[in-house]
């Protein structure tokens, strides 16, 4: 006990000395989370954290305001000529924080650069044929079908400098899921609300406010220092002592006593992401099993007697402390397509049952399997993933659970954007918002269709789940614009994934955040943390 004291003391200290290194101002803002944004590339990976935090140096042609709605960013007007062809026109006098012109050379060269090799946001581009510069100020885009969703798909995809990547020989970006880094990893520069003053990964990385920003400042920060901090009594330590003045993630076994300190502040609601888990249902032979010659995720009892031997309000109440909407569906309630009449979960099998199950599809004595997780990415994901092997094990399956930091489990659970081939995973929990585009497609297109690298499907389906009725659904619901039929047919695959069992939906976690009495911010349902809404009183 006295050396865990002493651990956790050391650990004290070297955090606290970290916040107060930075300046002294009464506008810095200092905040942390459970983990370290993975790379400074606003191509690098596809995940919600990344995307945010790069967000507030580079900035989109269009972006999100408070309430989640698309406005004008680094384009001024955008529309469509005819049904497969938008035209964007671009904002003058937008200099990069270099100090050099933004102009349509850098979106064409972004645009390719985000849909090229090593990009893991090239998902977004999957209608998209070609783009080019009509004049300086005027960029043209030509997709292979309709597409009435483009601007809300590219409103994550941060614009960068032609020139400084060509300088700095990053034009291409570089694959996380490869362990790959360039120049662009470590440094970044863009035309946003901050500029990146020091990057040291894994410890801190400092923002100063850009003093050249084309828009109106609604923040008044000077600078913002942000520190990863795994370990989350030392956060909510830090929190209520004054070292950091506000912690991304809050665990629910904190939140109520953060509720009674007078100097804290506590923002909480459902949030838009679904945490589920998935199989491998491609391979003929799983990676991590002792069955051989076959896959028991191919049949569908194998994936039912799981899925219903799951105790998700079990999980709310003991692992989640209340924080935890339970779901059937991969999309939560306010996204466009959510299907409130199919959001029943079947009910739980008895062991015994589950065991029949099993030895119906050919495993009377159960089988082992891997499981990827997290330890530092959701809500309480190691735990939940605990609590899943504890529950398979009473029907059967031996769960050998694997729980590592996000940039090794991304890198070993996703499917390579670039060449298409499978993920190194047999079981795995994954957290997904479409919160580029607020619509059910998004889900549809990157989770549950077949993974395809040409037409940009499926490129975050780790498992390979295919069912080519569901595929020819996802494709016609992309381009249907009347919403009697397109709803009806958002109905149809939702019915089709759900009663094949494709993934096991768990919940949306509860998005908590806790801050300091001084500080006024805005809490996205999307979990997105825009620094430009942050005030210091």
Known sequence: MKLSFRRSMAISAMVCAAFMAGSADAKAFKWANSGDVSSMDPYARQETFLLTFNSNIYEPLVRRDQDLKLEAALAVKWGQTDPTH?????????????????????????????NGPGSNVNSNFGSMESIKKVNDYRVEVTTRVPDPLLPDKWASIGIMSKVWCEKNNATQAADMVKNEENYATRNAMGTGPFVLKERRAGEKTILVANPT??????????????????????????????????????????????????NIKV??????????????????????SNIKGRNPYKDKRVREAM?????????????????????????????????????????????????????????????????DCPNDRYVNDEKICQAVVSMLAKIGIKVNLRAQTRSLY???????????????????????????????????????????????????????????????LAD????????????AMIHEATKIYTQDYAYIPLHQQALVWAMRKNVDLVQPADNSFPLRFVNIK
């Open 410 to 472: 991304f890198a070993k659970i996703l499917r390579s954007t670039s060449d298409g081939k499978p993920s190194n995973t047999s079981f795995f929990m994954l957290g997904w918002s479409p919160a580029t585009t607020y619509d059910v497609h998004n889900v549809f297109e990157q989770l549950i269709q077949t993974p395809n690298i040409k037409t940009k499907k499926g490129l975050f389906n780790p498992g390979g789940y295919s069912n080519k009725k569901f595929d020819e």
């Open 476 to 487: 016609k619901i992309e381009v249907e614009t009347d919403k009697a039929k397109r709803d």
């Open 86 to 114: 938008w035209y964007f026109d671009l904002r003058k006098d937008v200099k990069f924080s270099d100090g050099t012109p933004f102009n349509a050379d850098d979106v064409v060269f972004s645009i390719n650069r985000a």
């Open 213 to 262: 920003w084309w828009d109106k400042p609604t923040h008044n920060l000077t600078e913002v220092i942000f520190t990863p901090v795994p370990n989350a009594a030392t956060r909510v330590a830090a929190l209520k002592s004054g070292d950091i003045d506000m912690t991304y993630e809050v665990p629910p076994a904190d939140t109520e006593s953060l509720k009674r300190d007078p």
């Open 267 to 288: 923002l909480e609601g459902p949030e838009t992401r679904v945490v589920y888990l998935g199989f491998d249902e491609e391979r003929d032979e799983l990676v991590e």
């Open 307 to 371: 899925f219903r031997s799951i105790d998700v309000e079990a999980i709310k109440r003991t692992v989640m402390r209340g924080q935890s909407f339970p779901t059937m569906l991969m999309v939560a309630p306010g996204i466009n397509g959510y299907t409130k009449d199919l959001d029943k979960r079947p009910p739980l099998l008895k062991p015994e049952e589950a065991k029949k199950m099993l030895a119906d599809a050919g495993y009377p004595n159960g089988f082992e399997t891997g499981m």
